[in-house]
Antibody
Framework: QVTLRESGPALVKPTQTLTLTCTFS??????????VSWVRQPPGKALEWLAL???????YYSTSLKTRLTISKDTSKNQVVLTMTNMDPVDTATYYC????????????WGQGTLVTVSS | EIVMTQSPATLSVSPGERATLSCRAS??????LAWYQQKPGQAPRLLIY???TRATGIPARFSGSGSGTEFTLTISSLQSEDFAVYYC??????????FGGGTKVEIK
């Protein structure tokens, strides 16, 4: 049974760095083809893909946000970590992690999401 | 970046009726197109991938069609649990993955 769960702070101040952790089970990120992404959704708005890390530790970022994002994995802990620097109120959103099983594949499993509010 | 445009933004449908949702890509995405359903307070759920293949456990009333730049999600007979927001997503232009703006299916 595949599960993913996001964790991190619910509130961050402007200019701070956000660190989110995705803890997953039911699959291994060392399996060929496996990928974990981060996707966010501002309140009442659409989904936006942020970053992806694959089984081979290759990392990919949204063109518009790549200067602020870092994604990493700890295969032994079944975790993927996303950091986003210089947080702004427009970054207020629910942040999801999601799995895909190949390079060109949809997201078949999602975490329940974690709401991050950016406010002073 | 491939821009995904969904229409209409809101679709009002009576239970038991058919709903047809559209998704257009700014350039060809072949058949690398997925549809997701999202209910309030919940994560998206994969419905359709490869433009027309239902994901595991998805009822047969959901069907997808199209290729290239024009795609359709059809719900043949709307059930109460189908009222939700639906998103399309292209994964052809990997890894720059993009979603549409969503279509809200509401009760008429």
């Amino acid at each position: 049974q595949v599960t993913l769960r996001e964790s991190g702070p619910a509130l961050v101040k402007p200019t701070q760095t956000l660190t989110l952790t995705c803890t997953f089970s039911g699959f291994s990120l060392s399996t060929s083809g496996m990928c974990v992404s981060w996707v966010r959704q501002p309140p009442g708005k659409a989904l936006e893909w942020l970053a992806l890390i694959d089984w081979d530790d290759d990392k990919y970022y949204s063109t518009s946000l790549k200067t602020r994002l870092t994604i990493s994995k700890d295969t032994s802990k079944n975790q993927v970590v996303l950091t986003m620097t210089n947080m702004d109120p427009v970054d207020t959103a629910t942040y999801y992690c999601a799995r895909s099983t190949a390079m060109v594949a949809p997201f078949d499993y999602w975490g329940q999401g974690t709401l991050v509010t950016v406010s002073s | 970046e491939i821009v995904m445009t969904q229409s209409p933004a809101t679709l009002s449908v009576s239970p038991g009726e058919r709903a047809t949702l559209s998704c257009r890509a700014s350039q060809s995405v072949s058949s690398n197109l997925a549809w997701y359903q999202q209910k309030p307070g919940q994560a998206p759920r994969l419905l359709i991938y490869g433009a027309s293949t239902r994901a595991t456990g998805i009822p047969a009333r959901f069907s997808g069609s199209g290729s290239g730049t024009e795609f359709t999600l059809t719900i043949s007979s709307l059930q109460s649990e189908d009222f939700a927001v639906y998103y399309c997503q292209q994964y052809n232009n990997w890894p720059q993955l993009t979603f549409g703006g969503g279509t809200k299916v509401e009760i008429k």
